[in-house]
């Protein structure tokens, strides 16, 4: 079922071959939509430069040629030559009625499923997950629940640090408090406090330094006994993974995982490959890419460093085995890189080497999702009082209890049990949508209150709008009152209700293409304001005509679906009532 602006687009197309000719049948329309009506049609101004024409002359050849009487009024020529366009009522009405009937809600079904791999969450193993941690992880969930929503194949990968030099520290730590001892439960409630403890240690110096030292070496030669207790560090931390997935409601899990130790023996390969083509060399010892295009201050090549002097391994080279792993084993189309804007150099680079490579061809579409940073009141990135990154689960009970108190005081007459969820599904849907509706690339300011205000482009607004269907709904069957088969659309509120409705679709495929979930919030807030001018102006079960009553439920229920499906592609809970 196309959405009006698609159909729109295909007539004016014809128009523009009939008009001037078959070259110009891919012309763009420009369709957008009006103040002054519902859509326009800004394509005359272009059209006019091409053709060495008045605008207001193309636009009256196209209104002469487009075919629009089944669906839209007749065109009115505005201004420079815009041709604003009021549909057909009962053209949207019946496309109300078809979007109602389709379990897809009007979800383009696409010519190619694709596979899309979605490299995101990336957290550090014996590493509290800090506030940085929850944009990359709410912003890749999103993606991969809208992408799975389209049709496409996801393959979720988080690229969590678990191998390295600190590792040698953090075994023997481990070792010295005792895989099953108390501080190693830390790894699953603390660990940061784990980690600092190891840290202390090793920059004492002494005999546990060296041992630590020494066991990096021993872990990265393949020693059975360091892989065990290697092992163990990285289980005793995936609980803790787990614990803030589950409370963030978030689909990640331990078949996700593809951490850096994933690719530990493919790194030799990828610096012997690249150094066989001729794209590496040894420079200042260590081996190095120059790809094309990148200069630093010197205007000297910038290096891309895949093997240290030292003979270790870094970011560079462990991302370029994992991309041509993902390009020749996972078959992706495309990969996304939801990771924070300080690393797009690094990207860049990468790409360009996995490119001269030929393991990244021109057919698979890498894109690094830039993700900005959470601030606090002062401007500065959100941090505690004593300058440490903030811990991301006590940013999260916080949000919960915050939602909890003022549960608690509206709906004392809600059994403990759904208090409970509902001040879950307010507290985590508030701060993943505030998140959600900030361009990904931008930079936002944390703040609680706003996150979890009932009104605004917040997600209380949205959850209370389809709690408030819900409860319509009850009060509808206790009156024996059912929604008719397809939505009433006759007035000026059900009917911009519904234009709104038809947009859901082509809001949800664009957010899929540009890895956008900020434009699917401002749909759905835009959706939700255009319930309540309807509720207003509508009574539904008030209204003493019962066909117009079921008509308008109806449109209602669709409303509610819609929402529901949208707030999910976000990953957001509706409460049943709030």
């Not at 196309?2 to 891919?26: D, K, M, N």
Request: hydrophobic share 45%; proline share 5%.
């Amino acid at each position: 079922m196309p959405a009006p602006e698609i159909v729109l687009t295909q007539r004016f197309q014809s128009a523009f071959a009939a008009a001037f000719g078959p070259e110009h049948a891919e012309a763009d329309p420009i369709i957008r939509p009006s103040q002054f009506a519902d859509f326009q049609c800004n394509a005359a101004m272009g059209l006019a430069k091409r053709l060495g024409r008045k605008p207001r002359d193309i636009a009256a050849d196209i209104l002469a040629h487009v075919e629009l009487s089944d669906i839209a009024e007749e065109p009115q020529i505005a201004g420079p030559g815009f041709l604003n366009i009021r549909l057909r009522t009962d053209w949207v009405a019946a496309q109300a009625a078809e979007l109602a009937a389709d379990p897809r809600l009007g979800a383009p079904v696409p010519e190619r499923a694709e596979t899309v791999v979605v490299d995101y969450s990336a957290p550090n193993v014996a590493k509290e997950m800090h506030v940085g941690h929850l944009r990359t992880t709410v912003v890749g969930d999103s993606i991969v629940r809208t992408l799975e929503k389209l049709g496409h194949a996801v393959v979720r990968q988080n690229h969590i640090g678990d191998w390295g030099t600190p590792f040698g520290m953090l075994i023997e730590h481990l070792l010295e408090v005792g895989e099953d001892g108390p501080e190693a439960e830390l790894l699953k409630t603390d660990p940061n406090a784990f980690y600092q403890a190891a840290r202390a240690k090793f920059d004492g110096g002494g005999d546990f330094a060296e041992r630590a030292r020494r066991r990096v070496a021993t872990l990265q030669s393949g020693d059975a006994e360091s892989l065990r207790i290697w092992t163990n560090l990285v289980d005793l931390s995936k609980q803790y993974f787990h614990r803030i997935y589950d409370m963030l409601d978030v689909t990640l899990t331990d078949e996700h995982l593809a951490g850096e130790s994933t690719y530990n023996d493919q790194l030799e390969s990828v610096c012997e490959d690249l150094e066989a083509d001729g794209i590496a060399r040894i420079s200042d010892g260590a081996l190095c890419v120059f790809p094309e295009g990148f200069t630093g201050r010197d205007e000297q090549p910038l290096p891309l460093i895949i093997r240290k002097s030292d003979g270790g391994y870094g970011y560079a080279t462990t991302d370029l085995a994992a991309i041509r792993h993902r390009v020749r084993d996972l078959g992706a189309d495309r990969i996304a890189y939801v990771v924070g804007t300080a690393q797009e150099l690094h990207f860049r680079m990468v790409f360009t080497t996995a490119s001269e490579a030929g393991w990244l061809p021109e057919s698979v579409e890498p894109t690094h999702v830039k993700i900005g940073s959470v601030l606090g009141e002062d401007g500065k990135i959100l941090r505690t009082r004593s300058g440490a990154s903030l811990r991301l689960m006590a940013l999260l009970e916080e949000a919960v209890a915050t939602a909890r108190t003022v549960i608690d005081e509206l709906r004392p007459d809600l059994p403990e049990a759904e208090r409970e969820q509902i001040a879950h599904d307010i507290g985590i849907g508030g701060v993943k949508y505030a998140d959600l509706s900030t361009a990904h690339d931008s930079d936002y300011t944390f703040d609680l209150d706003r996150m979890l205000a009932l009104t605004g482009n917040t997600a209380p607004y949205l959850q209370y709008a389809v709690a408030r269907i819900r409860s319509i709904g009850r009060r509808a069957a206790a009156e024996g009152v059912t929604a008719a088969e397809a939505p009433l659309v006759a007035n000026d509120a059900e009917r911009a209700l519904a234009l709104q409705l038809l947009e859901f679709g082509p809001t949800l495929a664009a957010v899929g293409a540009e890895y956008e979930p900020h434009r699917l919030c401002a749909y759905l807030f835009s959706l939700a304001q255009a319930f309540t001018a309807f509720y207003d102006a509508s009574p539904i079960l008030k209204e003493a005509d019962a066909e117009v009553r079921a008509g308008r439920l109806a449109l209602a229920e669709l409303t509610e679906r819609v929402l529901v499906e949208g707030l999910d592609a976000l990953g957001v809970n509706a409460p049943q009532q709030m």
